[in-house]
């Protein structure tokens, strides 16, 4: 699977050994300390064009918020569900979810990283899911 073109170029975090994806990549900032995802090489928060830091973000988080959509999209079989997850670096990241079958979602679950196939336009592509 992690031979697919990510979903966007630079979203995940790789071992600088072995090269295999270890989770989500995202920026630090050397100015205000704030922390973006997706990487940005400038600043959401003060602008700064100084080259941030690259961290990895927490594998795990708690879901802040959710919904379930019943309405087909293209590539994606309803239902299915997408929210927020906010993880320890202070930031609140999109996501879909996967609950454990027959386990119904709720805000404040733990959910765990994991990869997972994207369909995108003509292509599939690899992508993340939080999950249960
Ligand atoms: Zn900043």
């Not at 003060?46 to 708690?62: D, H, K, N, Q, Y």
């Amino acid at each position: 699977m992690t031979n697919l073109t990510p979903l966007v170029h630079g979203l995940f975090a790789t071992d600088k050994v072995s090269g295999e994806i270890v989770g989500l990549r995202a920026s630090r900032c050397h100015t205000c300390s704030d922390v973006s995802f997706p990487y940005s090489i400038r600043c959401p928060n003060c602008a700064s064009t100084v080259e941030p830091g690259e961290i990895l973000l927490s594998r795990s988080g708690t879901v802040f918020e959710f919904t379930t959509v019943y309405s087909p999209a293209p590539g994606f079989v309803p239902p299915y569900t997408v929210g927020y997850v906010d993880l320890d670096e202070g930031i609140r990241v999109y996501s879909q979810f996967e609950a454990a079958e027959g386990k119904p979602l709720h805000e404040g679950d733990v959910v765990h990283f994991a990869l997972k196939e994207i369909p995108f336009l003509s292509e599939t592509r690899l992508g993340y899911v939080f999950k249960t």
